[in-house]
């Protein structure tokens, strides 16, 4: 790993420099290199505790502009201008707002990549059997290739729209980017097998944060955390950071 290549790059991800190509090699190391991850969240921490002290030197400087009227009115009567309140103000509010009310905010995009997680496959051996047009795919997916394995379950859901391979699908599709692809095959798990409406809907929330569709995804999540279900604490976890 060539970690100052790696801290460069994240550098110039935050600082919203890098190329299509460049992000999607970010996003893409995020979900398959722990220590890439462990240099992102790094470097993330550290440029918020950068900003942080940034508002606190701004602060500062007030305070010695404060000193400084305090030492040159010494023995007569000292009238501060309005200014220096408004700006004391602002300063202040400033401050506050960005370090203590909205200290780990993330973007859609940043929620997803940190909610994300492919689903297992753990699907029934019957399936990966050569009746199905393309079994390889299965094995694509369990490799992390799902850009292969999205295109080779396309080719079997032309077949026979099974419930476990459009659920497969619909995740390698999200992995690779495809979100109006996995879009389809999560709301058809929901409309015509209920069985799989938890998972899709689960599912279809991130799609929906991937997208940037921030409205959709908020009315997914906060059904599904009104119910007692397995992603009930995902969802209402989630829900909170979703601005």
Known sequence: MNTEYDIDLVERYFDNELSEGESALVVKRLKTDAEFKAVFDRERALIRSIRAAGLSRDLQLLKEIERGISASSQGTVRRIQPWYYAAAAAVVLFAVATVWLFPNRQ???????????????????????????????????????????????????????????????????????????????????????????????????????????VDKARTVLEELGQREVFYTGQARELLRKVK
């Not at 390889?136 to 997916?141: D, G, L, Q, S």
């Not at 390698?172 to 069985?195: P, W, Y």
Request: net charge negative.
């Open 107 to 213: 973007t859609p995009d940043e929620l997803f990549n940190d909610y994300f997680t492919p689903v297992s496959n753990t699907f029934a051996p019957t399936l990966r059997s050569e009746t199905l047009s393309q079994p390889e795919a299965f094995m694509y997916y369990d490799r992390g290739d799902y850009a292969t394995a999205a295109s080779l379950f396309g080719e079997m859901l032309v077949q026979e729209a099974n419930p476990d391979v459009l659920l497969l699908s619909a995740n390698a599709n999200l992995a690779a980017g495809n979100t109006s692809v996995a879009e389809e095959h999560l709301l058809t798990l929901i409309r015509d097998f209920d069985e799989y409406d938890t998972p899709a809907k689960w599912y279809l929330g991130l799609c929906y944060l991937k997208q940037g569709n």
